[in-house]
């Protein structure tokens, strides 16, 4: 296939909040995409965020990472709320959650200085919605890729990975994320088999 970058529908992305977050989180209003008629239309280049989406996005993330920091340890799913500890407790899965893959250490240590930074700046409970906030709107958590690995020449086709596999089923389908059983079989590279493709999809 040629390679495309996916924006998340706003359905798709509410979806994801409710996913990691319960249905309680705030529903948020997203500027929708351009329409599309079958799987195979290539809208990716019509999904962009412009400076008008923008400030829609960064109000939604406000409003979730604002009503996230409110619950304290429920919503972070740690019990020691106020502590170094419930902070690793959230990022250990909402990065992975949120980015719908493993991420690096190096990764998640970014996060944790930007709460470090800001906890000292304005307090906890601000520093839990401020990396709330960019968790939300960092590209992994808004949109899904079809790139495959390495370098793709322009013009040229190819093939993409069972990450991508899994997220391109699944968000066709259900307009969630994979769950755990198709991830396991995209992390043991089971997903280029059509036979396993279709036991998911069925």
């Known amino acids: 296939v040629a390679a495309r970058i996916w924006r998340l529908t706003p359905g798709q ?11 309680q989180v705030p529903r ?4 929708a995409s351009a329409a599309f008629e079958a799987f195979i239309t290539n809208i990716a280049a019509n999904a962009t965020v412009n400076e008008a989406d923008s400030s829609d996005y960064n109000t939604a993330a406000l409003a979730v990472a604002d009503w996230v920091a409110a619950q304290q340890g429920s919503a972070l799913r740690c019990s020691d709320w106020g502590t170094e500890s419930c902070i690793d407790t ?9 980015f719908r893959e493993t991420v690096e250490p190096s990764v998640r240590q970014d996060f944790k200085d930007l709460f470090t930074e800001l906890d000292q ?8 919605s401020g990396i709330g906030r960019a968790v939300l709107l960092s590209p992994p958590m808004m949109y899904r890729t079809e790139l495959g ?8 086709t190819f093939v993409i990975d069972d990450h991508e596999i899994a997220e391109l089923m699944s968000f066709s389908l259900l307009d969630r994320a994979p769950d755990a059983e198709i991830l396991e079989d995209a992390r043991a590279g089971r997903l280029s088999d059509p036979d396993v493709r279709e036991k998911h999809v069925r």
């Open 121 to 128: 700046a304005y307090g906890y409970e601000y520093a839990v």
């Open 28 to 31: 948020v209003t997203l500027p």
């Open 13 to 23: 992305y509410n979806n994801e909040l409710e996913r990691m977050f319960g249905d």
């Open 149 to 156: 690995k390495g370098t793709i020449p322009e013009g040229s």
């Open 90 to 98: 959230f990022l250990g899965w909402f990065l992975d959650e949120a």
